[in-house]
């Protein structure tokens, strides 16, 4: 009787341990901090490599683009209508955003940093543009009585966005469209 409750104790040791192990390898190890990827570093001169932007803005403005930020960077350029002898103004912004991983449910891996960026490239509710180089989408509001528009571009590259707002008066709004966009591949082009 004593070896049967000992080989009984035995087997359901090993079926015990053997289905542990299968559940264990099926759900795999909890992700740990180190797991999830950081986001990329951005140069520190990301404004000044987009370039001037004298043909956006009015004559009697001294061109540039200033930065701020570190993990997020933000370059603007603005001209008030109240020091412009010919009434016109323009905001010219960029954020150009680096996304890192982020963990996903339980017992799955973490999303990578390109993951995480396209999910919120999707979430933006914007028209896509066609036959751009990378994913674009675009909105564009006009200003009729001022003969104005702002323009607001999206663009996504693995693991960074750029979004560009643009508003002036008087513009055209073909002119302010193709600026953004301009603009916005720029600053993919030097954030990479």
């Known amino acids: 009787m004593?070896?049967?409750?000992?080989?009984?104790?035995a087997i359901a040791c090993g079926v015990a341990a053997i289905a542990g192990?299968?559940?264990?390898?099926?759900?795999?190890?909890?992700?740990?901090?180190?797991d999830i990827l950081p986001a990329r570093k951005l140069p520190a001169d990301l404004c000044a490599r987009i370039g001037d932007v004298p043909t956006l803005l009015?004559?009697?403005?001294?061109?540039?683009?200033v930065q701020t930020g570190t993990s997020t960077v933000h370059c603007s350029a603005k001209a008030d209508e109240q020091t412009q002898p010919t009434h016109t103004s323009v905001a010219l912004t960029i954020n150009i955003t680096p996304y890192a991983g982020k963990a996903a449910g339980a017992g799955q891996p973490p999303f990578t940093p390109a993951t995480v960026a396209r999910q919120t490239f999707q979430r933006k509710p914007w028209q896509e543009?066609?036959?751009?180089?990378?994913?674009?989408?675009?909105?564009?509001?006009?200003?009729?009585?001022?003969?104005?528009?702002?323009?607001?571009?999206?663009?996504?590259?693995?693991?960074?966005i750029v979004q560009v707002d643009y508003t002036a008066h008087p513009i055209d709004g073909g002119v302010a469209e193709q600026a953004a966009l301009v603009l916005a591949e720029r600053a993919i082009w030097e954030a990479k």
Do not use: C, H, M
């Open 2 to 9: 004593a070896s049967r409750l000992v080989r009984g104790t």
């Open 21 to 34: 192990l299968g559940i264990g390898y099926a759900l795999g190890e909890p992700v740990s901090p180190d």
């Open 58 to 65: 009015p004559k009697a403005t001294k061109p540039g683009l």
């Open 129 to 160: 543009v066609k036959d751009r180089p990378f994913p674009t989408k675009l909105d564009k509001r006009g200003d009729l009585s001022r003969q104005g528009w702002r323009i607001s571009v999206l663009v996504l590259r693995a693991d960074i």
